[in-house]
């Protein structure tokens, strides 16, 4: 099979996906998660057929314009692609990148033009030097839209982008995505209370969710969980963060690993707390892959169905 | 084909299965015997098996071929008939919970029973 782009034709083997045959090929298209989740490596196809999976998540503006996600294209017929138009990336500038916590950054980035999302979504920042990785979003459009859109950035001292960022300075250029992701709030059953539990930077997206709900006046009781494996983990603190200790119905609690406390039973017990039909809650779990997986499965086996759990896991950078 | 209305439709067709789906894949997790073989799956890729499974075992519209139930236990040597049998008792279990008659149960679980030899690699 063959694979076409910008006039040039690559080899495509069976089975491999159109990511790895161009990386092969020493075509390399931005990526990070690999998995079809991050919408990095999104494509566009001019003809031919992608494959059945290649277009899984994508809104329907984007099908009807081709695009799909090279690293989940798998065709079986030849395929001519390119890449994708201006609509899926939006130049951006730094604004400021400074410390919130121990070891994570507030990094405010102004896009060139206005960013379509949902609170909770997430969104992927590439430098200069072919480097992109995946941020959640914490600040509400209408903040992004005034102030800037706000990442919290963990840093790995040698990380190819949290370093550098820490290092960057104002107005250097950087690249946002298309937002993605399906962990974010959606409007409706207001009364239900909302669980959100998150693990390290996986705080972060559930800020976004939890400050959304409280703006659409949803009246249900609101719990964050913020967990972490040390102390130093919890880099928002203790105590519920200012932006919304004033809120009625919002509840704050920290979880850590070096205290013997378990993520997973922190919330079943919370969910317990709430003595509620378990059909009648949404929660919204976002950290490390372990630990999400550990969660939804500790509340499944609560009895709430899997359709009411949102979960997000972050991918580790370069994988 | 037969005239005979399924289970499956009985039990309110797509919109129930989710529901028996979940309550049966609990039952499983919960069992100590079975859990173990679930620790690392993807729950969502499990569950929509499990349903395809279940809308076949309750002669619902489905296009299941047991290649796909050989190949995902092909790499578990030591599942024998305890294991099957354990699944089977949930199954029927989680029927039973949604008010499914005893001669339907037995249906039910003859289908599923057919697929023993593909999970147990025979």
Not at chain 2, 67 to 88: E, I, Q
Request: aromatic residues 6%.
């Amino acid at each position: 099979m063959q694979l076409t782009f910008e006039g040039r034709d690559y080899e495509l083997r069976p089975g491999e996906s159109v990511l790895d045959a161009m990386a092969r090929h020493g075509v390399g298209l931005p990526s990070a998660c690999r998995v079809g989740s991050c919408q990095a490596c999104m494509i566009r196809s001019v003809s031919g057929d992608p494959g059945p999976d290649a277009r899984r998540g994508l809104k329907a503006t984007w099908l009807a314009a081709g695009y799909f996600l090279a690293c989940l294209a798998r065709p079986s017929s030849d395929l001519t692609v390119a890449e994708p138009g201006d609509d899926a990336h939006t130049p951006a500038r730094l604004i400021s990148a400074r410390p919130i916590g121990p070891g994570v950054l507030r990094v405010l980035v102004r896009p060139d033009h206005r960013l379509d999302y949902q609170p909770g979504q997430h969104v992927t920042l590439s430098r200069a030097g072919g480097i992109t990785r995946i941020y959640s979003i914490v600040s509400l459009p209408a903040e992004s839209a005034r102030t800037g859109i706000e990442l919290h950035v963990r840093v790995y001292p040698a990380g190819a982008m949290s370093g550098w960022l820490a290092r960057a300075r104002p107005a250097t250029p950087l690249i946002l995505g298309s937002p993605a992701g399906e962990c974010f709030y959606v409007p409706g059953n207001s009364a239900g209370p909302l669980l959100l539990a998150g693990t390290g930077t996986g705080i972060a997206p559930l800020l976004a969710v939890a400050r959304a709900a409280l703006a659409h006046h949803h009246r249900g009781p609101v719990v964050l969980i913020h967990g972490a494996a040390r102390p130093d983990g919890l880099y928002l603190g203790r105590q519920c963060p200012p932006a919304l200790t004033a809120e009625a119905g919002l509840s704050w609690r920290t979880c850590l690993l070096s205290d013997g406390e378990d993520i997973a039973a922190a919330v079943t017990a919370q969910l317990a707390a709430l003595t509620c039909p378990p059909g009648s809650v949404r929660a919204y779990l976002c950290g490390g892959a372990r630990s999400v997986r550990r969660m939804r499965r500790a509340l499944f086996m609560a009895g709430m169905s899997l359709a009411d759990i949102y979960a997000d896991q972050f991918v580790p950078a370069g994988s | 084909m037969t005239t005979e209305i399924s289970v499956y439709e009985r039990l309110g067709g797509s919109l129930a299965l989710r529901s028996v789906t979940e309550v049966f894949y609990r039952k499983v997790l919960a069992d100590d015997l079975l859990a173990p073989y679930f620790d690392d799956v993807d729950m969502d890729r499990q569950i929509a098996k499990q349903a395809s499974f279940l809308t076949m075992a309750l002669g619902g519209p489905n296009e299941y071929t047991g290649d796909d139930l050989r190949s995902a236990h092909a790499g578990m040597a030591d599942l024998d008939d305890k294991h099957f049998d354990g699944v089977l008792g949930h199954l029927a279990d989680t029927l039973r919970e949604f008010g499914v008659s005893e001669a339907d149960v037995s249906a039910v679980g003859a289908v599923a029973g057919s697929a023993r030899d593909d999970v147990l690699n025979r």
